[in-house]
């Protein structure tokens, strides 16, 4: 088997590469079953080891096995939000359930738990080292929040819940997925009006796509936000946006509506079962917030003086609005128009005037830059080395001292990916048992043209990838578990949100902000223009956030999750919330991939805001040390994102800033602070 599936023989590749060109759909079902049942073999050999528990016996023969499941699973999940296609997405529903049960199967083994328990509770005699006292304790944890602790009755239920919310997820992002390839806006030469050339371009590459003729709106966020910004088509804004706050409502095969509600009630049945009154009360009592008390008191803090910018920002918005003949209320679909109008008229700042001078190639360069001033690290490309699609390149990281992993760019929006931007891991880094380096992998959705220029929030949302990407490939830790981003839902963002202070300083827009045509630099004057916006429409953008993360946490406390009409809770919760109506949620539940494609992010959502108290509290230790990349406080930094989980978040927050976090840098950021 192994002579024909390349999923399970030696990679010869460079530095450990997936053989890309090599693999195909039909190779995952024996690679997993392969993977699956070497597993669970090896996890019976640990569970019947007759030498007493120890750590190497138990707790590091835990964190060697399943390495093959590991190798094959990460690849696969990569391919199928990067990749995609029917082959992939037919096996994502197939093999969802199957690797459920799998690892519930491990989670709940009986003699495994019985040494870990047995070693846990004697762990302050074991003489430990501090990461491995903290993998230790964690182990245990994991055990007894999977359910390992229950009678064999309550350990199946956990079994079938946990199949069952697998196959849920899937077909969640499978349904957004379906009605973001199916939608299109098709549009003339005669419906371009207010249209800058980006705009034109990609809505021409998206035709082109798609087999049509002249142009289309897809509801990429890439081309959609910038159609509902500069079209001054309020017809055409308004068909656009209600199809993009629509995804997943559509009656039918693909409607998330009759999913969300069985997805909240088992999540809540399985907090019941391990003794927990709801799930966002499970959820984050493994979190820095700790309850959601917590959590619902930071996002108070900023959502009164929120609104209150918010209405402000809409009076001026009006205002311009009625000087320019609109009648009735402003609706969702005309903010981003006026207010792109009114940035030009209060700042003169105009983004189709900025755009050109944001290239892609030029606003990667600055991040890999970046990297190098603050942590000593350059990116070789490597064009022989084959990635799974031609948009892909890849780049050894390297330092002073030679190799440290592999990055990978995958930056354009198509059909078949997955929309929104990430960063994950083809593999992690590690030292248990020899140096093994990180793989890692950033992925945009950017509207594909010739030049591919980006607007300035789409480089912050490439410097903040690039911030999880260097928080893998920084990571120096002893064990697989504890490597780079693996770390609480609420520490996982701090390494992304500060990295996207470097591309806000001026002397990043003046080296890298280069006018695609003739090379010059952004001129002054349109930086501290920029620069001087940075507060304008927070309010908008605060609310917007804040509001997706007050529902998620209500919809996972909510007492009676199964009888849901969600979009009435929805209209309801907005309507109690006081969300301003010509706001719309930034992630509306049917659509709401955090939360729903998968559980990562589930009564987490809050954790941006709250990472983002950390971020912005932390970026200013650099300000007090008068250079952004001053090297005492970028090695402290460093430090921070070597480490991994060994350590508790906070303490290596404290290790890095010299004290515990404060909410007024955020306030300040977001210009909230007199609101």
């Known amino acids: 088997m192994t002579d024909r599936n390349p ?155 946990s199949e069952r919310l697998a196959s849920l997820h899937t077909a969640f992002g499978q349904n957004v997925l379906h009605d973001e390839k199916v939608w299109h806006l098709p549009l003339t030469a005669a419906d371009l009006d207010g249209l800058p050339d980006f ?138 128009y006026y207010a792109e109008k009114v940035r030009r008229a209060d700042y003169a700042l105009d983004e189709a005037a900025l755009k050109p001078y944001f290239l892609f190639a030029n606003i990667q360069q600055a991040a890999f830059d970046t990297a190098s001033r603050l942590f000593g690290l350059s990116f070789v490309p490597l064009p022989d080395t084959a990635a799974y699609h031609p948009d892909v390149r890849t780049y050894e990281v390297r330092d002073k001292n030679g190799h440290v992993g592999i990055f990978l760019a995958d930056p354009y929006a198509r059909a078949d990916k997955r929309s929104g931007a990430w960063m994950s891991s083809y593999r992690d880094q590690e030292e248990m048992d020899e140096a093994i380096s990180a793989i890692v992998v950033n992925n945009n959705n950017f509207a594909k043209s010739a030049p591919t220029l980006l607007s300035f929030d789409d480089a912050e949302t490439l410097f903040h990838e690039f911030g999880h990407a ?69 309010g908008f953008a605060t609310v917007e956030y804040t509001a997706s993360a007050l529902i998620d946490l209500a919809l996972h406390r909510h007492p009676a999750p199964e009888s849901l009409d969600i979009e009435a809770f929805e209209v309801a919760f907005l309507a109690e919330i006081g969300m301003p109506r010509e706001i719309g949620i930034r992630h509306r539940p049917t659509h709401f991939q955090h939360l729903f494609a998968g559980g990562g992010y589930a009564a987490g959502y809050y954790s941006y805001l709250w990472s983002e108290v950390l971020d912005a509290d932390g970026f200013e230790a650099f300000k007090e040390a008068g250079d952004p990349f001053d090297p005492a406080t970028a090695a402290r930094l460093k430090r921070l994102l070597s480490a991994g989980d060994t350590r508790d978040p906070m303490q290596l927050y404290i290790d890095f800033r010299g004290r515990a976090p404060s909410t007024a840098a955020l306030l300040r950021s977001r210009g909230l602070d007199t609101a």
């Open 7 to 161: 999923l399970l023989s030696p990679w010869s590749t460079p530095f450990g590469v997936p053989p890309f060109t090599e693999i195909r759909p039909e190779h995952f079902i024996p690679a997993f079953a392969h993977a699956m049942a070497e597993h669970l073999a090896e996890i019976a050999v640990i569970g019947a080891d007759p030498g007493p528990p120890s750590f190497g016996n138990t707790i590091e023969a835990l964190q060697r096995s399943g390495r093959t499941l590991t190798r094959v699973g990460n690849l696969f999940a990569n391919l199928v939000v990067s990749q995609g296609g029917a082959e992939l997405e037919a096996l994502d529903r197939e093999l969802s359930p199957a690797l459920a049960q799998h690892g519930m199967r491990v989670a709940l083994d009986e003699a495994v738990f019985r040494r870990v328990d047995a070693l846990h509770a004697r762990r302050a005699e074991l003489n430990l080292e501090e990461d491995q006292l903290r993998l230790l304790e964690r182990t245990h944890l994991g055990f007894i929040r999977s359910g390992a602790a229950l009678s064999p009755e309550q350990k199946a239920r956990m079994t079938a819940i």
């Open 199 to 336: 705009v034109r371009d990609g809505a021409a590459q998206a035709a082109e796509e798609r087999g049509l003729q002249g142009f289309a709106v897809t509801l990429s966020r890439s081309l959609i936000e910038p159609f509902l910004t500069f079209s001054a088509r309020r017809d055409l804004r308004e068909v656009a946006y209600k199809a993009w706050v629509a995804r997943g409502t559509h009656a039918g095969p693909h409607d998330n509506r009759v999913l969300i509600p069985e997805i909240l009630a088992l999540r809540a049945e399985r907090a019941k079962l391990l003794g927990y009154p709801d799930f966002a009360t499970f959820r984050l009592a493994d979190s820095m917030a700790a309850t959601p008390a917590a959590a619902e008191a930071l996002l108070a803090e900023v959502w009164e003086p929120a609104k209150r910018k918010a209405a402000a920002e809409r009076d001026r918005l009006l205002a311009l609005a009625r000087a320019e003949g609109l009648e009735g209320p402003l609706e969702p679909w005309d903010w981003r």
């Open 470 to 538: 260097l928080h893998g490939l920084l990571s120096k830790v002893r064990y697989p578990s504890q490597s780079g981003t693996s770390v609480r839902r609420d520490f996982v963002e701090l390494p992304s949100q500060i990295y996207e202070h470097w591309i806000a300083l001026p002397e990043t827009l003046h080296r890298y902000a280069l006018h695609h045509q003739n090379g010059e630099p952004v001129p002054e004057a349109l930086v501290q223009r920029l620069l001087a916006a940075r507060d304008f429409n927070q």
